[in-house]
């Protein structure tokens, strides 16, 4: 049997047409929002209706019913034009909507799966606090049974859509003498629910149209129905939902890499540099080389991890039992993914700017800008510190 990768007719066709639609409606737009650090939402709103927030949800939730491979085409093409649009849907298709798919229940998906798969409604998910970022184990925030309901008490920070979102995942300890595996649970918070409130926004070095926000928890009781999987499942539910995530971060990375490409062959082409023709200069073509191996390994690997990613999570979602290897192989695909194609990504740029020199580091350019977002793909979703340190372990059998 022959080993191929290649995309389908019907999803060069997607391809194309998301590439139309972005460079439309999305691409002359972005500086500006990166200027005044907004959140776009006249673009969130045109996302929506080409149906991209709920790509992989279930036709009979409202969603388009796409796979893994479509969401990697968007996210891919996203990155290539503004990463802060591609945070802003992964945080709400990946890791907020994804795990209500994978871990709720019927009544869950018939209730929040509609709204969110139109983009009437917004996701976030919220792991992070002041204490666990790195350490996500170490939850001070905690979940206090009161009959069948929970109270939360506790702050969340850095919450990527934390002050549109009408509905965040939230992960709270509910004992911790259990410890993170048993003792850690997911709830759906909606945003209307007493003792929640969105709290201060983060100012950032790049990423700046997508809000990064704290969220706090003051006795904001959470009914049983917003229980997400079982009692004491949430850290598992979060590792998992973040398996998805860190690979759907790659596929950006991945397209801003091959743009950066793209841009300096065409600057080199049209250009003469100061002194002579740079791309005759051997030293130039070898960087340009050097980027082009990087981009065409990062390609094949995001995708035949996301074709695994598509295998694990219809797993997960038949309630069946993940084998093991599948597990280990899509968590350390998924932090290989990350960790390389994110530093693939800001190298890529950083050679573009050596390239185009002045034009390059022009305040308000589209590399100056690349420049300060790629390199935030190598801290969210978990460092590359973090992701060397699961795929090493894995490798060695030393576990989490
Ligand atoms: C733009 C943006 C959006 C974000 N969105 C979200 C979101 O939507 N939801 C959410 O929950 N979180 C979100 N985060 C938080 C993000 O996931 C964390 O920033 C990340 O996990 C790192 O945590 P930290 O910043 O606290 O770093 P720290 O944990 O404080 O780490 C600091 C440094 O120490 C290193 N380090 C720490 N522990 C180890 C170790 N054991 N071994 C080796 N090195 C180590 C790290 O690699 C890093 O270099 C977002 C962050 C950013 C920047």
């Not at 929002?33 to 790509?55: A, R, T």
């Not at 093991?324 to 192989?329: A, E, G, N, V, Y």
């Amino acid at each position: 049997m022959p080993f191929e990768f290649s995309f389908t007719d019907e999803q060069e066709k997607f391809r194309r047409d998301v590439r139309e639609f972005i460079h439309n409606e999305i691409m002359p737009t972005v500086a500006n929002y990166d200027k005044l650090e907004e959140l776009p939402i006249e673009n969130m709103e045109k996302m929506s209706k080409q149906g991209y927030f709920g790509l992989t949800v279930p036709e009979k939730f409202g969603g388009k019913g796409l796979s893994k491979i479509e969401y990697g085409i968007l996210l891919e093409e996203l990155g290539a034009i503004c990463a802060s649009h591609g945070t802003i849907l992964g945080a709400h298709l990946g890791l907020c909507v994804t795990p209500i798919i994978l871990f709720g229940t019927e009544e869950q998906k018939n209730k929040f799966l509609p709204p969110l798969a139109s983009g009437k409604s917004i996701g976030a998910f919220a792991l992070t606090e002041p204490g666990a970022g790195s350490d996500a184990a170490n939850l001070q925030t905690t979940a206090t049974a009161d009959g069948d309901d929970f109270i939360l008490n506790g702050t969340k920070i850095f919450c990527t859509n934390g002050d549109k979102a009408d509905y965040i995942i939230v992960f709270a300890a509910n004992d911790k003498s259990l410890g993170p595996m048993g003792g850690i649970t997911a709830f759906i918070v909606e945003k209307n629910m007493t003792g929640f409130s969105v709290g201060k926004k983060e100012k950032k070095l790049g990423l700046r149209a997508s809000s990064t926000i704290e969220l706090i928890f003051e006795n904001c009781r959470i009914p049983k129905e917003n229980i997400l999987g079982d009692i004491g499942a949430g850290f598992m539910i979060a590792l998992s939902t973040l398996d998805g995530g860190r690979v759907t971060l790659a596929v950006g990375s991945l397209g801003a890499a091959q743009r950066a490409l793209d841009l300096s062959v065409d600057y080199l082409r049209q250009n003469q540099g100061e002194g002579g023709n740079l791309s005759n200069r051997q030293s130039i073509q070898w960087k340009l080389a050097d980027i082009a191996m990087e981009v065409y390994a990062s390609k094949f690997m995001c995708y035949n991890n996301l074709v695994e990613l598509e295998k694990y999570y219809e797993i997960i979602e038949s309630k069946e039992k993940v084998p093991r290897q599948l597990r280990d192989r899509v968590s350390r695909g998924s932090a290989i993914s990350k960790a390389y194609v994110s530093e693939v990504a800001s190298r890529a740029i950083t050679t573009a700017i050596e390239i185009q020199g002045l034009t390059g580091i022009t305040a308000g350019s589209e590399l100056e800008r690349g420049f300060r977002d790629s390199f935030i793909a190598e801290i969210y979703e978990g460092t590359n510190d973090i992701q060397r340190m699961i795929i090493a372990k894995e490798l060695l059998g030393l576990g989490l």
